[in-house]
């Protein structure tokens, strides 16, 4: 009578891990970064034509590369700023006001869903990709090495790489890790 008891345990046990390990992989995702990096080989065809036009030799982009508009750009990134304090008409922030109705400057809302930890949100924002709850777990063990981006294609490699220009950082160790160079 004991041994069909541990036998149902026993089984009920695989069955709990088995379950515990499909939840586990459903909610906390991998997500195996791309090795390597984008170049100019990597630009898509020419955008203009439309997706379901088809392509033809006067609309394919030999890696021609598209001139800047502008020459500088300066991207402001503030975590945990609501957007009432910048863009609201009681707005203590008369400079940047002024800058956004002369158009000499653009507002962006970001819409953030859960995981909200900085770490996580940058990446995604630099990489373009979407971060999950794994990255939030990850985030608290990185070490300085392991957070760092600079083996994985982003915005700002991109931008010094093949813009050109000279990159001025500021910001706390958690842009630092993330961009060590």
């Not at 041994?3 to 009920?12: G, K």
């Not at 503030?78 to 910048?86: Q, S």
């Not at 006001?97 to 158009?103: E, I, P, V």
């Not at 813009?163 to 160079?181: A, H, S, V, Y």
Request: aromatic fraction near 10%; charged fraction near 20%.
């Amino acid at each position: 009578m004991r041994w069909v008891y541990a036998s149902a345990l026993s089984v009920l046990l695989v069955v709990e891990l088995v379950g515990l390990g499909l939840f586990a992989k459903g909610f906390f995702p991998y997500k195996k970064s791309i090795p390597g990096f984008a170049g100019r080989e990597d630009q898509p065809m020419d955008i203009g034509r439309g997706l379901n036009a088809p392509a033809t030799a006067q609309h394919v982009n030999f890696g021609v590369s598209a001139e800047p508009q502008y020459d500088r750009l300066v991207l402001m990134v503030v975590d945990a700023l609501r957007n009432d304090f910048v863009f609201g008409n009681e707005s203590g922030m008369a400079y940047t006001q002024n800058l956004l109705r002369s158009g000499a400057a653009l507002g962006f809302t970001a819409k953030a869903q859960a995981p909200t930890v900085t770490m996580p949100r940058i990446k995604a924002l630099m990489t373009g990709t979407v971060p999950s709850f794994l990255d939030a777990v990850l985030n608290i063990a990185e070490s300085d090495t392991s957070s760092s981006l600079k083996h994985q294609d982003n915005l700002l490699w991109q931008l010094k790489t093949h813009g050109g220009k000279e990159i001025n950082m500021f910001g706390d160790d958690t842009w630092l890790r993330l961009f060590p160079d």
